[in-house]
């Protein structure tokens, strides 16, 4: 990962970055876009050649906007103007990974700040750097990113400790989260995803980690994951993991949907929807990074994470259309489509929070359905809560980090397609809205935790098709940022 270190004055200066902010009506009218005055004792003359060079190179200072300047024979031999929109958190945030983007080829950078920076302007442009530059390598083919350090000049470097950790933290893990989610299936099984997750909190105080393995599942009644782990050759786990700090008045718990690899079992998908589907944990991974990161930042909130894994796999021990599924806890479903796999497993999951843990609260994340990006696009996930106080605090957090989701109804007129002739529900009606109808069925679990529940499909934003800002083509790791901002609130 990119190294970055706050300096109050340069420390090197090959490539040097100085911010622009936005022309625009906080200035007044057209105010020109102007470089900030910067915390940093520059060269002779580099301040006014770049303010020379904003119109010349026709800068407009829009968030994400980047104009490189070369300078042989002089310090700094590379000059880049990054524009930081009018210079809030996000706008800082896309500047950031524009700047990651921009000075890629370098092994070293150093960015000026305006003297004023705030901590916010600090995170935004720390996690833009972080999260831009992450690339998913499984082998050493190919070429690895040049650059390795990033300073950051600030006028008192002890103001920003505080952000930094968090923004760090933050990158980190969805970094991690990303990785888990690019990973082959040929390689991330059920057992794997739990090895890994044993590595990273192993040796934290006041983390523990329980792994459930066929033979404990079936034991306890965990229906729905054993039904969609039953055709692979790789056995499911349920991973529960629980941050639990002494001084925790709050109990949250995550609940992530973690199916490695989703052929879509008998009911089996065609190439095209299929090509993607090691992407199918990305819920599971998000959960259990953000659990590791509030561990990691110490939050003062107890965080119970549940990553029910499987691999809907398709071989004659494959659960089929129309078996009658008995989730943990008593309730049956009829599973009328081996696809709507995801809610199977979630259904043990949130059903065994509600019963065992009892939590003040249980938010679950899941790339459920196709339909979250045919209602909303590729970057939003479809929010459902009947809590109106905490689906408003959820989104908060969500715009916050930077990430997007979007309230969904949970109409009462769709209920009724749930019903089954020879079951408690039915898992996959074939009319009506897909993305709202998993999350009636989902609500079915929650029980007393009706209303202090939150669910996410996140299947559209969970993956970006190509480099966008702070994403990097492939999984985005989403969720992480937006569970460790909210999780902060709780404390
Ligand atoms: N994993 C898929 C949903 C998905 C689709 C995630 C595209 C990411 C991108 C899920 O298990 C699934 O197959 N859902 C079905 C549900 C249907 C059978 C009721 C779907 O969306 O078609
Ligand atoms: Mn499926
Ligand atoms: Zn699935």
């Given at each position: 990962m990119l190294a970055i270190r706050l300096f109050a004055?340069?420390?090197?200066?090959d490539t040097l970055v100085l911010p622009v902010r936005a022309a625009g009506e906080a200035e007044g009218g057209d105010a020109p876009a102007i470089p900030v005055l910067t915390a940093a004792t520059l060269p002779e003359g580099v301040a006014e050649e770049a303010g020379a060079l904003v119109p010349a190179a026709r800068l407009t200072g829009r968030a994400g906007e980047t104009r490189t300047h070369l300078r042989p024979g002089r310090s700094p031999g590379v000059l880049v103007l990054a524009g930081v929109g009018d210079g809030d958190e996000a706008g800082w945030r896309r500047a950031g990974a524009a700047i990651a983007r921009a000075v890629a080829d370098e092994k070293h950078a150093t960015v000026a700040l305006p003297a004023d920076a705030s901590p916010e302007a600090v995170r935004g442009l720390y996690e833009g750097l972080l999260l831009a530059s992450y690339r998913f390598r499984l082998t050493d083919a190919g070429e690895a990113p040049a650059l390795a350090q990033v300073d950051l000049v600030v006028a008192n470097p002890d103001d920003h400790l505080a952000v930094v950790e968090a923004a760090r933290t933050t990158a980190r893990m969805t970094r991690f989260a990303r990785d888990l989610t690019n990973t082959p299936s040929s390689v991330k099984n059920p057992q794997w995803f739990a090895e890994q997750v044993a590595e990273r909190a192993d040796g934290t105080p006041d983390l523990h980690l329980r792994v459930r393995g066929p033979v404990e599942l079936a034991a306890e009644g965990f229906g729905g994951i054993l039904a969609v782990g039953g055709g692979s050759a790789s056995t499911p786990r349920l991973v529960e993991l629980d941050w639990r700090p002494a001084d925790a008045r709050t109990h949250v718990v995550l609940v992530g949907k973690g199916i490695t690899f989703d052929t879509g079992g008998i009911s089996i998908k065609p190439v095209p929807a299929m090509k993607l589907m090691r992407k199918d944990m990305g819920g599971a991974a998000a959960v259990v990074a953000a659990t590791l990161g509030a561990a990691a930042l110490r939050l003062p909130v107890r965080v119970t994470t549940l990553a029910p894994l499987a691999e809907n796999a398709v071989s004659g021990s494959a659960f089929r259309p129309g078996d009658v599924i008995r989730h943990y806890g008593g309730i049956t479903s009829e599973?009328?489509?081996?696809?709507?796999e995801g809610r199977l497993v979630l259904a043990d999951a949130i059903s065994y929070a509600v019963r065992e843990l009892k939590p003040d609260v249980l938010v679950d994340l899941a790339t459920l359905t196709g339909a979250n990006a045919v209602a909303l696009g590729k970057r939003t996930g479809a929010l459902y809560s009947e809590n109106d106080e905490l689906a408003g605090k959820f989104l908060a957090a969500v715009e916050a980090a930077g990430e997007q989701a979007w309230r969904m109804p949970l109409p009462a007129d769709y209920v009724e397609y749930l019903g089954s002739e020879v079951a408690d529900l039915f898992s996959a009606p074939t009319q009506g809205a897909g993305s709202v109808l998993a999350a009636l069925y989902l609500r079915e679990f929650t029980d007393d935790l009706r209303d202090r529940w939150v669910h996410v499909d996140m299947s559209a934003p969970s993956w970006a098709d190509s480099d966008d800002a702070e994403l990097t083509k492939g999984?985005?790791?989403?969720?992480v940022r937006s569970l460790l901002r909210w999780l902060a609130t709780l404390s």
């Open positions: 004055e340069p420390d090197r200066l599973t009328t489509n081996s696809d709507a999984a985005t790791g989403w969720g």
